[in-house]
């Protein structure tokens, strides 16, 4: 047996065992890259998920509403914060994951190339997205890799607090005048499959879940976790009193769970591959961000620079 | 109702309601995560002042005011901030001059304002002075990083300073209101602010090689109501949802 089986065996009976995997612990270069790909995209979907929600801050209805949006957007820049600093442990710079974004290599999750077209979608973003999002992350606060794991579990605290904010915005939205729950019900209507998608493609046509499972970076399948949404969400949906847009949508009796209509894939794929509503606008947003900021972020390493030496001087 | 009194708090409310709105648009769009962050958190302190003035305002003013109807439902002319917060975000620079200017003035007065003979303003004041200090501290650093930084920072800072320095003394010049509420002990008499006032400024910017002309915009008129062109299109976005959706709960 070769070396590196042995060490790779070695490996897997740790995550079997339970044990977290830590920056400095040998681990194959596969699990490693997948890492990176995965924190990374988790990182790159809270800055750019800063956007659609960013576009109503200026316009939200009320002083509340607005503190309440400014400081859930906030929450996700902090986010994008803990996350890429996960994603540095395994040996890759801000700067390298900042590039892989703007230059299309990394990706980010499709739905913030959907836009928000009224007050009502910031309720629906946080009720389903953050929800969808949160079905996601409490799995990954098990997952193997100790730093990614310990970003999760501060992460999910806030998440759920936001996804009660969200509810909580359509519930008022909801329980308002008839245009507001009209807005509300439009809102439900287009965020609704884009809310399944997140989950990613079906089990069949999913590639790197077999291994992302063995490795414990996933404790679920999509389609196991698509479900578990749809079935905590419908319940909402009908406490709202408004309508998901899906004929095929209902009770399974015998599966114990809702059966629910088919994705779009065509959809789905094509905002993967770039042609979603907003997805040009999104990067172009992220990208001038960064090149407009390139002189300020400039600016703070020459000063630093400049006080270190006067120091150095100063005690010579 | 206390008309000079509503007209005061007013007065002490637009500032912060004004340049926070300016500090919301750049939510997600910072040079740097920690500077969106950082600057987010200024937006949210400074609307968390906005609330307590305008909740003691509406409860001067009555009838069926709240804090949203007088944060949302005033014309231009009746909204009270100085001419400097409304300035746009013309770039980083323009950003921290911009809101060091305003700092500066802002400490000294929350500093003044916790002597207030009325405790609601007193109490808002020594709460909101602590954040501001953080504020000050903030923006003092970062005018010094980018006035003594690179060619291009020190060149982009000394013009947001030429644009924006000649806003600065109404901050520090009473109007007839500002004078009424300081004869009742209530508010601050701007002209004790001055000396200080421009000595923290004209000493930061001297540190880094900034120069500010003595120069006064005598259209700054904001306190009175006279705006730029900007605070139209600001109270558009901002007023948004209340007028076209009136009298709903959100």
């Keep these: 047996m070769s070396p590196e089986i042995k060490l790779e065996d070695a490996f897997q009976a740790r995550i079997d ?19 990176i790909r995965q924190i990374s995209q988790h990182a790159h979907s809270e ?3 800063m956007l659609p929600e960013g576009n109503w801050i200026t316009r939200a209805p009320s002083l509340k509403r607005k503190l309440g949006l400014l400081a859930k957007v906030q929450d996700e820049a902090g986010h994008g914060l803990y996350l890429y600093s996960a994603a540095e442990t395994l040996g890759i710079s801000r700067d390298e994951l900042f590039d892989q974004l703007h230059t299309g290599k990394a990706k980010y999750s499709s739905i913030f190339n959907y836009p928000t077209l009224s007050w009502a979608d910031i309720g629906a973003i946080g009720w389903l997205v953050d929800g969808a999002a949160i079905i996601n992350q409490v799995m990954l606060t098990r997952t193997s890799y100790g730093p990614y794991a310990r970003a999760m579990v501060r992460i999910c605290k806030e998440e759920s607090f936001h996804q009660r904010q969200g509810y909580e915005i359509m519930l008022t939205l909801c329980q308002g005048m008839p245009e507001q729950k009209a807005m509300a019900q439009d809102a439900l209507n287009r965020f609704w499959w884009p809310s399944l998608m997140m989950f990613g493609p079906r089990d069949s046509d999913s590639p790197n879940t ?31 009193g408004i309508t998901i847009p899906d004929p095929d949508l209902k009770w399974n009796e015998d599966r114990g769970h809702y059966d629910f209509g088919e994705i779009d894939w065509e959809e789905f794929w094509q905002v993967v591959k770039g042609n979603g509503p907003c997805n040009k606008e999104r990067l172009k947003a992220r990208v001038d961000a960064w090149e407009e900021g390139a002189w300020v972020r400039e600016a703070a390493v020459a000063y630093s620079t400049k006080i270190k030496n006067n120091e150095v001087k100063r005690t010579a | 109702m206390d008309q000079d009194l509503y007209k005061y708090l007013l007065i002490l409310g ?14 997600g769009h910072g040079p740097t995560l920690e500077t969106d962050i950082a600057l987010t958190n200024i937006s949210l302190d400074l609307f968390g002042q ?41 770039n980083f620079a323009h950003v921290i001059v911009r809101q060091f200017l305003f700092d500066a003035q802002h400490q000294l007065l929350l500093e003044s304002l916790t002597q207030s003979q009325d405790e609601t303003i007193a109490a808002i004041a020594q709460k909101s002075l602590k954040e501001s200090k953080y504020h000050l501290r903030f923006s003092s650093e970062w005018v010094k990083r980018l006035g003594d930084g690179t060619e291009e920072s020190h060149q982009k800072t000394q013009e947001a300073v030429e644009h924006l320095y000649p806003f600065a003394h109404e901050l520090v010049t009473n109007t007839s ?29 001297e540190e880094v090689g900034l120069v500010a002309k003595d120069l006064k915009n005598r259209f700054a008129k904001g306190k009175s109501g006279q705006h730029t062109e900007r605070l139209g299109y600001i109270l558009g976005e901002l007023q948004y949802m209340q007028r076209a959706y009136p009298n709903m709960q959100w």
């Design chain 1, 17 to 35: 065992d339970e044990q977290k995997i830590e920056p400095k612990d040998w681990m194959p270069e596969k699990y490693r890259k997948t890492h």
């Design chain 1, 210 to 240: 077999e291994q992302s499972v063995k490795w414990k970076i996933k404790r679920k399948t999509n389609d196991e976790l698509r479900q578990q949404f749809v079935d905590i969400t419908v319940p909402q949906a009908e406490y709202l």
């Design chain 2, 177 to 205: 209101i500002e004078t009424r509420m300081n004869e009742k002990g209530i508010g601050t008499n701007l002209d004790d602010l001055k000396e200080e006032y421009y000595k923290t400024v004209i000493d930061v910017f």
């Design chain 2, 50 to 90: 906005v609330r307590s003035y305008y909740q003691y305002a509406a409860k001067i003013k009555g009838e069926e005011s709240t804090e949203d109807s007088i944060a949302f439902l005033r014309t231009e002319r009746q909204y009270y901030n100085c001419i400097l917060v409304e300035q746009e975000n013309t």
């Design chain 1, 47 to 49: 800055i750019v998920g």
């Design chain 2, 14 to 27: 637009d500032n912060s309601m004004i340049l926070g709105h300016r500090l919301s648009e750049l939510c």
